[in-house]
């Protein structure tokens, strides 16, 4: 019972933080409305019994991204202004909702084959075992090592004074 | 009445929907990487719901939730930094006046 109020709350929190997001003048109160959405996030990986990632989620997104954006929206002044949305708002809003409404009507009519087993709490040895251990994700890791050094360098040399 | 896997799949749906409103009517190239990474993020409840309710034991969602989020931290590292860069040297960052490779 616990569980049903905790994820329609965390529900309800994130849709409302998200549209806040897309649909505020004002770019830093949409940043800040981001990380709201990103807590809600977190909790809903919490109610699905995912401990790890819930940490990892608050950690990266809350602690690492979104501080990340908020330089980058004081970086360009263009607070002001805002961000109004342009000249392609009706397509857009056609868009997305023609590509939920196809994604609800084929989720809702397949037929998941939900395995009855209660599922594995904590996930940290277990994900561990899977990233390293033998017969895992290992060379993913060592890409996913090569990609952030690339990204790092990339970003100090696109931002360096000429 | 008990939360099952659709319950998961619709909120996802949902988020990314929101996110790709957002990336294709902003103008803000900043609040365009911002609907990006609400899009991410409804990628990876997809991806965790599965993991928990089809393959409670395998954590194999969990493991491409974890790959999704170093790709995002990259991607906005690299997005942010271009934002920068462009600010810097045409004094906006309005998705519809950087047109320069425009055909």
Not at chain 1, 6 to 25: C, S, T
Not at chain 2, 13 to 37: D, H, Q, T, V
Not at chain 2, 54 to 71: D, E, K, N, S, W
Request: glycine share 8%; with cysteine; proline share 2%.
């Amino acid at each position: 019972m616990g569980l049903v109020i905790a994820f329609w709350v965390l529900a309800v929190v994130g849709i409302a933080a998200a549209l806040a997001v897309v649909l505020l003048r004002d770019i830093f109160r949409a940043a800040l409305s981001l990380v709201l959405c990103f807590l809600a996030v977190a909790g809903i990986y919490v109610t699905l019994s995912a401990d790890f990632l819930a940490a990892v989620q608050v950690l990266i997104y809350v602690g690492a991204i979104s501080v990340l954006i908020i330089l980058a929206i004081m970086l360009t002044r263009e607070v002001k202004r805002g961000s109004p949305s342009g000249r392609l708002r009706v397509p857009a809003l056609v868009v997305a909702i023609l590509f939920l409404g196809t994604v609800v009507f084929a989720l809702v009519n397949t037929s998941w084959r939900i395995s009855s087993v209660s599922p594995l709490v904590p996930t940290t040895a277990a994900i561990g075992g899977s990233l390293f251990g033998e017969g895992g994700f290992i060379l993913p890791v060592e890409i996913a090592a090569v990609l952030l050094l690339a990204a790092v360098v990339g970003a100090i040399v696109l931002v360096r004074e000429k | 009445m008990a939360i099952g896997l659709e319950h998961y799949l619709v909120l996802s749906a949902l988020l990314f929907s929101i996110g790709l409103y957002g990336a294709f009517a902003k103008r803000n190239a900043i609040a365009i990487l911002m609907s990006i990474e609400l899009m991410l993020n409804g990628v990876n409840i997809a991806m965790v719901a599965f993991s928990r309710y089809i393959v409670p034991l395998m954590l194999t969602g969990q493991v491409f939730a974890i790959f999704v989020m170093v790709v995002a931290a990259a991607e906005t590292a690299v997005g942010l930094a271009i934002v920068i860069t462009i600010y810097r040297e045409r004094e906006t960052i309005d998705a519809t006046r950087i047109n320069l490779l425009k055909w």
